[in-house]
């Protein structure tokens, strides 16, 4: 498990521009972009204890950040 935190142009690198783009333009991506951004510094907090949680709520907080990742990746790939 990597203690890095997930940054959606790392992810999804061959869509940087369009990331950027979609921020500046669009109210609904960059509210799931914020969105993701916060769970994905939930993730990483809980994961190198500045923040310790139990495993169960540990879970839940990827969970969440994977649902908001992949509605991300569903509006990037529908271009």
């Known amino acids: 498990m990597s203690h ?5 142009s790392a992810d999804f690198p061959e869509h ?3 990331i ?3 921020r500046e333009s ?4 960059r509210k799931l972009a914020d969105a993701y951004h916060e769970a994905n510094r939930a993730v990483h907090r809980a994961e ?4 310790p949680t139990d495993s169960l709520n540990e879970a ?3 969970k969440q950040r994977m649902r908001i990742k992949d509605e991300i990746a569903s509006i990037l790939n529908s271009a």
Do not use: M, S
Request: charged residues 30%; negative net charge; hydrophobic residues 30%.
């Open 48 to 51: 190198t204890n500045l923040e």
């Open 20 to 22: 950027h783009t979609l």
């Open 60 to 62: 839940e907080l990827r």
């Open 16 to 18: 940087a521009d369009r």
């Open 4 to 8: 890095t935190p997930h940054e959606l």
């Open 26 to 29: 669009d109210a609904h991506f």
